[in-house]
């Protein structure tokens, strides 16, 4: 072995004992974070672990109580975002942070605008954006708008804005939440390229796939603290889940084949507004699970935005309990015993502002008044009854919802539609961006409900999901249903030979 020289060794960035404290949360205690020149380093952990404030404290969007952190062997004090990227530290959030309205180049250097003569000089922006954007192989003009262009490329470009700042360490926070496979393979090279330049990358994920491909090493947190650390050799995926949650997952789906009763949803040449030259029939069953399946833009979304009234379709019949029901709006799916828990749990599924109580009993508002007011006591009931069965992390129920990690949040959104006793519940992406253990009570709740007849028609774009909860799936291209796939039929191949268009077999 090659003698290394002192420098070399020497850790880019180090964090020790650092200890942060929020109102009743304890949101870290004693973490050590090590992170060396020209690596990826994954940070992993359930949702509430502390990743999230680690990464703020880094960023300079925090201070930390306790602990210092170093750079270059030296200690620094980051009290805020310019104190960061003076050290070189780049935060990419989850949510890009980008303005719309402006262009590629005007974004990359927004804020710090080169002059000439007291204007902004345009030339040097567009020459200097142009090197930048070839960094992260992104082949577009800087004038183009970035409301132009797709999500994927609007997050090359904030990759390309913190290169701009000179950024040694990039924090990506969850960067292929909403990316398609095609755009999470065109940043997996970057990030790649990146690693190969000399650029340092904290890489957040749920998705163990990617730590596994990407990772260097892994840090694991476990409720504020320092669970475990994963050289490359030991990143596999039942070792980080063990390090995440404290025990073995040896049935991470608790699926059990459930013997379905008479049709409770029935859906006869359903046309979408997006897809309307594409009729669409099949049934869901009480007690059953069924798996919607497809590629990005199949359709499935919006399969379910016109089953809950959200986009009315435009032709076909939609029985409930084989009674037909005409639903132009979501009041009219959930006075037929239907519940849509959307894609978008901080758009569409929660008011962020408002209580966890508060929103658990928003549903149920129109059912739960005395003389046309709120009745508190049933909103208590809900808020109590929910929070206990849906196991929500919340210092109390008055607690803001946005405060949340996203699996609470996610509880938040179920336990509102589960108040008012659903017969179909419909679930777009149930366990995206959230964490392992979460998904696992996701999934028991999911069993639960079909034990108790409830009908569940979800849609997941986890091939694992599917294959591991459904008791059929349904799979869909361009706005077809494709096929329908039994359990004992259920395969990877045959979901994706179905998924692209090949294949096909009537749904029933």
Known sequence: MSESSPEKERPLLEVRQAGKRFPGVRALHRVDLTLNPAEVLAVIGENGAGKSTLMKILAGVQEPDEGEILVDGQPVRIANVHDAMRHGIALIHQELNLANNLDVGANIFLGREPSKYGWIDRKKIREEAKGFLAKVGLNVDPDT???RLSIG?????EIAKALSTNARVLIMDEPTSSLSSGEAEQLFAVIKELRAQGVSIIYISHRLGEVKELADRVTVLRDGENAGHLDKDEIQHDAMVKLMVGRDLSQFYPHEVHEPDEAVLTVKDLRTPVHPAHPLSFSIRAGEIVGMAGLVGAGRTETLATLFGVTPAVGGEIFVNGELVNIQTPRDAIRAGMALAPEDRKAQGLVLEMSVRENLSLASLNRDQKGGF????????????????????????RQIVRYLSGGNQQKVVLGKWLALRPRILLLDEPTRGIDIGAKQEIYALMEELARDGVAILFVSSEMEEILGMSDRALVMHEGRITGELKREELSEEAVMQLATGRGGAKAA
Do not use: C, F, Y
């Not at 490329?153 to 470009?157: D, F, K, P, S, Y």
């Not at 069965?389 to 129920?397: C, N, V, Y």
């Open 145 to 147: 708008l970035v409301s």
């Open 153 to 157: 490329r609007q997050q090359m470009v």
């Open 374 to 397: 709120l009745n508190r006591q049933a909103e208590d009931a809900i808020s109590e009854e929910m929070i206990g069965r849906m196991r929500i992390k919340t210092p109390h129920d």
